[in-house]
């Protein structure tokens, strides 16, 4: 009788199972084991699950406005989320003769359902109710909420979120801003909601409501080159917990969203998106904060 032990067929599998692997195979074992090369081979460079092959889709409203896009024309590389899309785009291996855009709804970008886009960059802010219908990527940029008034309203001076309590605001609906009003400054009326910030902003002008809020960026620029009657009237908090963030937007449940996440990060850790922040994007440093 042949007694076979624990650590003989420990061996036998050992050595049948070198003997089935594919000539080429690396070694795992020994300290000349190579690095697994799985994430690379789940995003080719220019070789992504995308909707039209060897083009990557890039989603976005329209219009679009500045600083995020420059002329309402994101082919055109200008704008802090235009230059981040052909960043990314480059970094999945997609050069910008190689990268397509598509205007879409900011509503209908966040809704369910299949999409027709790769991703879409509009300002979206990463929130837990919107992950139920799509995906983010990581986090491209950190932002705050901002008020902006006319110079002579009478809610132009205040300091603190409590002194708006009585004002009349208003904001573009679907958005983060319109949330801010509810949640942060919690008025003693009802925001105004407007289908867009060109909407908000001649409202405000027309003096129906006494002040929006829009993003950072976005108040610096209507208030430089937009409405010359119109200042910041501040910052609101940012309050506790993970900041307020922007990723670019995906179908729930898309191939590309760990590697879209993946070219983010990378442009992060190069600088990448610092620079062009400083390019685009006005410094927070001038706008007040309301306490």
């Given at each position: 009788?042949?007694?076979?032990?624990?650590?003989?067929?420990?061996l036998?599998?050992?050595?049948?199972?070198?003997?089935?692997?594919?000539?080429?195979?690396?070694?795992?074992?020994?300290?000349?084991?190579?690095?697994?090369?799985?994430?690379?081979?789940?995003?080719?460079?220019?070789?992504?699950?995308?909707?039209?092959?060897?083009?990557?889709?890039?989603?976005?409203?329209?219009?679009?406005?500045?600083?995020?896009y420059?002329?309402?024309?994101?082919?055109?590389?200008?704008?802090?989320?235009?230059?981040?899309?052909?960043?990314?785009?480059?970094?999945?291996?997609?050069?910008?003769?190689?990268?397509?855009?598509?205007?879409?709804?900011?509503?209908?970008?966040?809704?369910?359902?299949?999409?027709?886009?790769?991703?879409?960059?509009?300002?979206?802010s990463?929130?837990?109710?919107?992950?139920?219908?799509?995906?983010?990527?990581?986090?491209?940029?950190?932002?705050?909420?901002?008020?902006?008034?006319?110079?002579?309203?009478?809610?132009?001076?205040?300091?603190?979120?409590?002194?708006?309590?009585?004002?009349?605001?208003?904001?573009?609906?679907?958005?983060?801003?319109?949330?801010?009003?509810?949640d942060?400054?919690?008025?003693?009326?009802?925001?105004?909601?407007?289908?867009?910030?060109?909407?908000?902003?001649?409202?405000?002008?027309?003096?129906?409501?006494?002040?929006?809020?829009?993003?950072?960026?976005?108040a610096?620029?209507?208030?430089?080159?937009?409405?010359?009657?119109?200042?910041?009237?501040?910052?609101?908090?940012?309050?506790?917990?993970?900041?307020?963030?922007?990723?670019?937007?995906?179908?729930?449940?898309?191939?590309?969203?760990?590697?879209?996440?993946?070219?983010?990060?990378?442009l992060?850790?190069?600088?990448?998106?610092?620079?062009?922040?400083?390019?685009?994007?006005t410094?927070?440093?001038?706008?007040?904060?309301?306490?």
């Amino acid at each position: 009788m042949t007694i076979v032990t624990r650590a003989g067929l420990l061996l036998a599998a050992t050595v049948l199972a070198a003997a089935c692997a594919p000539a080429d195979a690396p070694s795992t074992t020994g300290p000349s084991a190579a690095p697994s090369s799985a994430a690379g081979a789940a995003c080719p460079k220019g070789g992504l699950s995308t909707l039209v092959p060897d083009t990557l889709t890039v989603g976005t409203d329209q219009p679009v406005y500045q600083p995020w896009y420059v002329d309402d024309a994101p082919e055109n590389g200008q704008g802090f989320e235009s230059a981040v899309a052909y960043a990314v785009a480059d970094q999945l291996g997609y050069p910008k003769d190689k990268v397509a855009w598509t205007r879409v709804p900011f509503n209908a970008a966040i809704s369910p359902g299949p999409k027709s886009f790769d991703l879409n960059l509009t300002e979206f802010s990463i929130t837990d109710e919107r992950k139920q219908a799509v995906d983010f990527s990581a986090p491209y940029y950190d932002v705050k909420q901002a008020v902006v008034a006319l110079s002579d309203n009478a809610f132009a001076g205040t300091t603190t979120v409590a002194g708006l309590a009585g004002a009349r605001l208003g904001a573009q609906v679907g958005t983060t801003s319109y949330d801010a009003i509810n949640d942060v400054i919690k008025p003693n009326s009802p925001a105004a909601v407007f289908n867009t910030n060109d909407d908000a902003k001649l409202a405000l002008s027309n003096r129906q409501v006494d002040a929006i809020v829009v993003d950072l960026p976005t108040a610096f620029f209507i208030t430089s080159a937009e409405l010359q009657n119109a200042k910041i009237v501040g910052q609101l908090p940012a309050g506790t917990g993970t900041p307020e963030q922007f990723g670019a937007v995906l179908d729930k449940g898309s191939p590309l969203t760990s590697c879209v996440s993946e070219a983010v990060e990378a442009l992060r850790s190069a600088g990448t998106l610092a620079a062009l922040e400083q390019q685009w994007l006005t410094s927070a440093g001038s706008a007040p904060e309301l306490t």
